[in-house]
């Protein structure tokens, strides 16, 4: 099946740094990435979608200067949380469609705790 | 803004019962998908169902998506510990590519 990788998988940071979070996608090549947050005890909540080679698209309420998203690559999406603060910390999850199917593959996910 | 509330929120049971875990939405869609996430993982994808009426078998996990695709269920046979996990739903948004997803549903099986 596809695999898709996610790195780091816990980050521990002080407040006011940033941290950058990479998602691959190992056997395949996704024009379209996707990354989530997901509160303890809660489901996934989409903040952004990332385009290869295009800007990323946020959902309503999400910062996009807060949460910084490169697609450089058919396989490689990253989330930069900037000036990360204690209220950032929370599980971050990406996923990629494999091209021309609608189905998302996960990665393990990253837990980010700020200090 | 669509919507997919799953019921029920919460689910504790003894190994061997059956169950069946809900999600519906006002709204219609074109595939849906069924996920179980253990803690600290992403989720791993069970099933896919596109077609209204469909059902689909896999072991001890039975899935329907609803006649109008506006909603889908999923029934666990004889359920066992290892079945312990939060399922989620997740609808595509008018095939976009983009997942709504469900509010989950934390089931715990005790043996």
């Known amino acids: 099946g596809a695999v898709v990788s996610q790195h780091p998988s816990r980050v521990i940071c002080k407040s006011g740094t940033s941290v950058k979070i990479e998602c691959r996608s190992l056997d395949f090549q996704a024009t379209t990435m996707f990354w989530y947050r997901q509160f303890p005890k809660q489901s996934l909540m989409l903040m952004a979608t990332?385009?290869?080679?295009?800007?990323?698209?946020?959902e309503q309420g999400v910062e996009k200067d807060k949460f910084l998203i490169n697609h450089a690559s058919l396989t490689l999406s990253t989330l930069t949380v900037t000036s990360a603060h204690p209220e950032d910390s929370s599980f971050y999850i990406c996923s990629a469609n494999r091209e021309g199917k609608n189905i998302q593959y996960f990665g393990a996910g990253t837990r980010l705790s700020v200090l | 803004t669509q919507l997919l509330e799953q019921s029920p929120q919460f689910l504790s049971i003894q190994e061997g019962e059956n169950l069946t875990v809900y999600c519906n939405s006002s709204s219609v869609f074109s595939s849906l998908q069924w996920y179980r996430q253990e803690p600290g993982e992403g989720p791993v994808l069970l099933v896919t169902v596109v077609t209204g009426g469909e059902v689909k078998k896999l072991k001890r996990l039975t899935f329907q998506f609803g006649d109008a695709r506006k909603d889908s269920s999923l029934h666990i046979t004889a359920a066992q510990p290892g079945d312990t996990g939060l399922y989620l739903c997740a609808g595509d948004d008018s095939g976009t590519y983009k997942y709504i997803f469900g509010t989950g549903t934390r089931l715990k099986v005790l043996a």
């Open positions: 990332s385009n290869e080679g295009s800007k990323a698209t946020y």
